[in-house]
């Protein structure tokens, strides 16, 4: 079992930076790649950002790729995600989640493990 607890979130204006957190429960944190998700109103949640356990591999959905950048301290139990040059329809809920050996970093459907979000706001 594992628990995440996101953090982070909050309003900004456009062009600004936020970094989100996500606190994970366990002692076998770096045995399993992490990543991060959004949802916006009326949206389905979608892929963000993907890391490792290592951190050696990194993956970014194309809307947020040399803006976003995803890391993580295997010592802190913490997973990162560093938000610049924000925009507007950056605007959702963050979402971290836990991907289990073997399965694809970018696919929903593989993450089992959910925190339950923090919101980012970006205005205009």
């Known amino acids: 079992q594992v628990q995440l607890a996101e953090s982070g979130g909050g309003l900004v204006q456009a062009g600004g930076s936020l970094r989100v957190s996500c606190a994970a429960s366990?002692?076998?944190?770096?045995?399993?790649?992490m990543g991060w998700f959004r949802q916006a109103p009326g949206k389905e949640r979608e892929f963000v950002a993907a890391?490792?356990?290592?951190?050696?591999?990194?993956y970014y959905a194309d809307s947020v790729k040399a803006r976003f950048t995803i890391s993580r301290d295997n010592a802190k139990n913490t997973v990162y995600l560093q938000m610049n040059s924000l925009k507007p329809e950056d605007t959702a809920v963050y979402y971290c989640?836990?991907?289990?050996?073997?399965?694809?970093?970018?696919?929903?459907?593989?993450?089992?493990?959910w925190g339950q979000g923090t919101q980012v706001t970006v205005s205009s």
């Open positions: 989640a836990v991907c289990p050996w073997g399965r694809s970093m970018t696919s929903r459907d593989e993450y089992n493990y």
């Open positions: 890391i490792s356990w290592s951190g050696g591999r990194t």
């Open positions: 366990g002692r076998t944190f770096s045995s399993y790649a």
